[in-house]
């Protein structure tokens, strides 16, 4: 190996080093693992951060929440921060369970003790992170009633409920198959000309595939009332809709395209793609690199081979 290809090897050779932990460095930055905790503000905006230290100090999130006896709804979720439970009239206090996320996290249960026979009750657990931020989790607490209160009627556009609808029947199921999450038209009617509909967890934000929970609560000054509505969201594909002129090369494209979505949806997969593509270009110059040189040296032999015939 000449001098001159041997520099010119060494600089290669350093280019692609520098190039491999450019792209290294830019993976970890795009790929690694975010930690968002909830209530997490600095000077009004709200931040992302890498360190786990950090994050463990902000997290004001609970891992468990239940009260003994009673099913919350909708179920249990850390990013869910208001609940409802049903319970009989002569209860006045009741058993609430909680665990934080992280052991420097501390919460106090109020409102679970002398309980309102006659009105509506709150129950809170307010989370306070190492950090001191807080959050606050809210369950309302009604009671078991003759339900006077009721629905005449509830619908929801291009969707079945199961069972079909009955004032008496609280709890409904439903499928809906999308590609794209939107608001649902929900439709309800009272039998009370006072009462108030409020609809909890129609937000297309929080819509995620499977189990959704969607809550009719009814309210006047005396009773409150819940409608349940579990939506199992199922994702569209299209890599079987297929017409009988779509050929089997077609199809094949399809299914290969949507495997590698889904390989590439995977962080893991894309920092080795990154990797495998910063290995073949370092491969690449480098044959770049020996293709110059063997090319120079080609040219000089050729020169010395003219000058020789004319020195002759």
């Not at 079909?164 to 999450?181: C, G, H, L, M, Q």
Request: hydrophobic letters at 35%.
């Amino acid at each position: 190996m000449n001098k001159s290809f041997k520099r010119k090897y060494i600089k290669y050779r350093a280019i692609s080093v520098i190039l491999i932990v450019s792209i290294m460095i830019f993976s970890k930055n795009v790929f690694a693992a975010k930690g968002n905790p909830d209530n997490v503000t600095t000077t009004g905006q709200n931040l992302i951060y890498d360190d786990p230290a950090y994050i463990e100090k902000h997290n004001a999130n609970l891992s468990k929440l239940e009260v003994s006896g009673y099913k919350l709804t909708p179920e249990f979720n850390k990013n869910t921060t208001m609940y409802y439970i049903t319970i009989p009239k002569d209860v006045t206090s009741l058993d609430v369970a909680c665990e934080t996320e992280t052991s420097k996290a501390k919460y106090v249960v109020s409102g679970n003790t002398k309980l309102s026979t006659t009105k509506e009750n709150r129950i809170t657990i307010k989370v306070t992170a190492q950090a001191k931020n807080t959050k606050t989790y809210t369950i309302v607490v009604s009671r078991e009633a003759s339900k006077n209160l009721q629905l005449n009627s509830l619908s929801v556009t291009n969707v079945n409920l199961s069972p079909e609808f009955s004032p008496d029947i609280y709890n409904y199921e439903a499928e809906v198959t999308t590609n794209e999450f939107k608001k649902l038209d929900i439709s309800a009617l009272t039998n009370s000309s006072t009462a108030e509909i409020e609809v909890i967890g129609n937000d297309p934000e929080s819509f995620k595939y499977g189990d959704n929970i969607i809550l009719v609560i009814l309210k006047d000054s005396k009773e409150v009332t819940t409608y349940q509505i579990k939506i199992n969201f199922i994702e569209q594909t299209f890599t079987t809709i297929t017409t009988e002129t779509t050929s089997g090369a077609v199809k094949w494209i399809m299914n290969a395209v949507d495997k590698i979505k889904e390989f590439l949806s995977h962080e893991n997969n894309q920092l080795a793609v990154l990797i495998g593509i910063a290995v073949l270009l370092f491969l690449l110059i480098i044959v770049f690199a020996i293709k110059i040189s063997k090319n120079k040296k080609k040219r000089r032999m050729n020169t010395n081979d003219k000058k020789g015939s004319h020195t002759r």
